[in-house]
């Protein structure tokens, strides 16, 4: 079974700041998607990020970008010139590529941006 | 955009009682979930739909059921609640497609006494 692990359970930043979260899963499929979820406090959880394990290079959206590791089975998300409206909760989730509903997710990690 | 409603952001009920958690999506979506997020422990998938009247078990299935007799809406059903289902409820919905990612309602936080 695929499992999904981030080991930072709550992580800060000064606001302007960079900040990176991890994000480690365990799979033996080689085909899949990865996806950060960003959740505000008291708020609907959106889509940050996503990656597609065939693609080499490593997504970006506007200030945020991942480093994407296959070989590790490593997906960390980097958050640049931080602002106070990105501090939540932040999922890292992974599905196998055919699998059409299974999203598997880690813990979270909270993140406080500091002003 | 794509809107995903649940109808209560809070409910507070009694051990023991039937309740109803509802979810309706506006964009057409094939599947439809609903996830149990508790501290410490993220998202746990309860049950998921990927058609009407089609449903399928997730990781934590128990004391719960699931409806979908229309496409847009998808039900949750605690049978006899418990206070151990006391619990913040996501419904998601998402194309059929893999790479397609899910879409998260607010939440429902449920408390049962």
């Known amino acids: 079974a695929q499992t999904v692990t981030q080991s930072q359970p709550e992580m800060s930043v000064q606001e302007a700041e960079t900040v990176t979260l991890s994000c480690t899963y365990d799979?033996?499929?080689?085909?899949?998607?990865l996806f950060w979820y960003k959740q505000p406090p008291s708020r609907q959880m959106i889509l940050v990020i996503r990656?597609?394990?065939?693609?080499?290079q490593n997504a970006t959206e506007n200030r945020f970008s991942v480093n994407f590791q296959k070989a590790a089975k490593s997906f960390s998300l980097k958050i640049s010139d931080s602002q106070l409206g990105d501090a939540a909760m932040y999922f890292c989730?992974?599905?196998?590529?055919?699998?059409?509903?299974?999203?598997?997710f880690g813990k979270g990690t909270l993140l406080t941006v500091n002003p | 955009d794509v809107k995903v409603t649940q109808s209560s952001r809070y409910l507070v009920k009694r051990t023991g009682e039937k309740v109803f958690l509802e979810c309706v999506q506006d964009?057409?979506?094939?599947?439809m979930f609903w996830y149990r997020q508790d501290p410490g422990l993220g998202l746990r998938l309860i049950y998921f739909s990927y058609d009407v009247k089609m449903k399928e078990k997730g990781d934590i299935p128990e004391g719960y059921s699931v409806s979908r007799e229309k496409k847009e809406r998808f039900s949750l059903i605690l049978e006899s609640a418990s206070t151990n289902q006391t619990s913040m409820y996501l419904c998601?919905?998402?194309?059929?497609?893999?790479?397609?990612?899910?879409?998260f309602g607010d939440g429902t936080r449920l408390s049962i006494l």
């Open positions: 989730a992974y599905r196998t590529r055919g699998s059409n509903y299974k999203l598997t």
């Open positions: 799979t033996s499929e080689s085909d899949y998607y």
């Open positions: 998601a919905s998402s194309l059929v497609l893999s790479n397609q990612p899910q879409h």
């Open positions: 990656q597609e394990a065939y693609k080499q």
């Open positions: 964009m057409d979506h094939e599947n």
